[in-house]
Every structure is written in structure tokens, then in C-alpha cells.
């Protein structure tokens, strides 16, 4: 691997803060949810480590595999849906970060398998346009991620049915505004669906 000492610290700094966010902004419960960087030239993942307290979580934790989950660094297994995160970034070059997360709103609408059309300015340039639901799969296979590969081909997150939504970005800090703003949404609509009938904005009523 010819990615330096000092890079990898670097990328499992980010992962790690990363996740103790997500947890403490209540994206993930209990040891639920997995985020990744991509290190494309090396070919291996910076990964969060399976069924670990966030909490208590260290740099030392974090884990380095490859797209085939050989791990190259670290103590522990990673993320029982590493194979979500390698399908991902096998089939979409732009991909440099993935944030996998059971946040509860977002999830609530996987949950029913409803798209949420596009109600709010955010979901234009951050999800880039309606959060789409991808077909369910059993938990930790390879086909979690590519049912969502279609989908996030033209957006920045998809709600995965009966289990949670997946944002994307460049960088680990756009996957994780755009799993932030996925939940947002998806709060924001199920408050709107209660007190009345919410309106797409005008132009994205067939997105
Ligand atoms: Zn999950």
C-alpha cells in the first residue's frame, strides 16, 4: 500500500469524527450505521470497525480493508456492510466517501418504500432532487449497494428500503451534510404530511 502513515491517520481522524458526530446528532443508534473515505489509487477503504460503541470509539478502531474486505489495517472486523460500501465505489468513479445511516425519519419512508418528492431548496443542489427508495436486500450483502448504484448514478442519497438511507459525496464531509440533509427532508415532510398536503416545487413535480 502506498498510502503514507500520516495519510491513513488523517483518514481514520476524519472517520472517526465523523461517527462520533453522526451519533451524537442522533443519525445512528446504538452501533447502527457504517462510513467510509475511498482511497481509490490504493484500491482500499478507511471503514468503521463492526458492532462498536461509538462512544468509546479511537483512531485505533477505525479500519483499513480492501474491496474484498482483506483487512490491510487495524484490530477489528470492519462494518458488516462493507460490501455495500465496495459496490458503491467499484461502480461510481465520482464516489470518494460513503455515510450509511438508520436515522429514524429518513428511515421511516424506507420503511413504507415512498420516494420523497422534491419539497425543499436543499434537496435541489445537495440530494439533487427526491430521495428515491432502492429494492431491499438481505443486510451485509453485496446487493444492498448495487440496488442502490442506479439511483445514486443521479443523486447524492437513496432511502433503502426496510433498512435505512445511504448518502455519497466526494468527500466524507459532503456524504455527511447529504445524510444530514436526507434526514432534514425526510423530518420536515413527514411534519408537513401532518398538518396538510405539501407541494413540489414547481419544475421537479415528475423527478
Ligand atoms: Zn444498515
Given at each position: 500500500m502506498r498510502l503514507?502513515?500520516?495519510?491513513?491517520r488523517t483518514?481514520?481522524?476524519?472517520?472517526?469524527?465523523t461517527a462520533k458526530k453522526a451519533y451524537d446528532e442522533k443519525l445512528m443508534a446504538g452501533t447502527s450505521g457504517n462510513l467510509s473515505i475511498?482511497?481509490?489509487?490504493?484500491?482500499?477503504m478507511v471503514i468503521t470497525p463492526?458492532?462498536?460503541d461509538y462512544r468509546i470509539m479511537e483512531e485505533k478502531d477505525i479500519v483499513v480493508v480492501d474491496l474484498e474486505g482483506r483487512v490491510v489495517e487495524g484490530c477489528h472486523k470492519p462494518s458488516s456492510e462493507w460490501r455495500m460500501h465496495g459496490e458503491i465505489y467499484k461502480h461510481l468513479p465520482h464516489v470518494g466517501a460513503v455515510v450509511h445511516t438508520h436515522s429514524p425519519y429518513a428511515t421511516s419512508f424506507a420503511v413504507n418504500h415512498q420516494t420523497i418528492p422534491v419539497i425543499l431548496i436543499e434537496m435541489i443542489p445537495f440530494l439533487k432532487g427526491s430521495l428515491e427508495v432502492s429494492p431491499y436486500a438481505?443486510?451485509?450483502?453485496?446487493?444492498?449497494?448495487?440496488?442502490?448504484?442506479?439511483?445514486?448514478?443521479?443523486?447524492n442519497a437513496c432511502l433503502m428500503a426496510n433498512h435505512?438511507?445511504?448518502?455519497?459525496g466526494q468527500t466524507l464531509d459532503q456524504a455527511y451534510i447529504n445524510?444530514?440533509?436526507?434526514?432534514d427532508t425526510a423530518k420536515i415532510y413527514h411534519m408537513a404530511l401532518s398538518c396538510g398536503q405539501p407541494v413540489v416545487i414547481p419544475g421537479y413535480e415528475g423527478e
Open positions: 503514507s502513515s500520516q495519510q491513513i483518514y481514520k481522524q476524519a472517520v472517526l469524527l475511498f482511497c481509490r489509487e490504493e484500491g482500499v463492526s458492532s462498536y438481505e443486510q451485509g450483502s453485496a446487493q444492498v449497494g448495487l440496488n442502490a448504484v442506479p439511483i445514486l448514478k443521479r443523486k435505512g438511507v445511504v448518502a455519497v445524510s444530514v440533509y436526507a434526514e
